[in-house]
């Protein structure tokens, strides 16, 4: 069994910047892809980052050029730099990890808050 846990949301004003880490756990030999996802209140579910094992990394428009996404293959744990955050930021952010084996699955943390205001 495989855990992720995300950590380092939080209240920041407009402007701001927040960290999220994604730890995984558990029975890992390798992790493909990870993403963070967001959900905002009354929203889909949208994909905000993806980052392959190989570091390729990819982005949303809308936060193009103000989050990194990046990752530590050694510790298993994935990273979202915010910077220049804005009130549509706000929303719960989940991280997905596509975990090897047979068959390879998907996981998914329980998600930590994300709230921009004034």
């Known amino acids: 069994q495989v855990q992720l846990v995300e950590s380092g949301g939080g209240l920041v004003q407009p402007g701001g910047s927040l960290r999220l880490s994604c730890a995984a756990s558990g029975s890992i030999v390798r992790i493909y892809a990870m993403d963070w996802y967001r959900q905002a209140p009354g929203k889909q579910r949208e994909l905000v980052a993806t980052?392959?094992?190989?570091?390729?990394?990819r982005y949303e428009d809308s936060v193009k050029g103000r989050f990194t996404i990046s990752r530590d293959n050694a510790k298993n744990t994935m990273y979202l730099q915010m910077n220049s955050l804005k009130f549509e930021d706000t929303a719960v952010y989940y991280c997905?990890?596509?975990?090897?084996?047979?068959?390879?699955?998907?996981?998914w943390g329980q998600g930590t808050q994300v709230t921009v205001s004034s």
């Open positions: 997905k990890a596509r975990v090897a084996g047979d068959p390879d699955v998907d996981y």
């Open positions: 980052i392959t094992s190989g570091g390729v990394t």
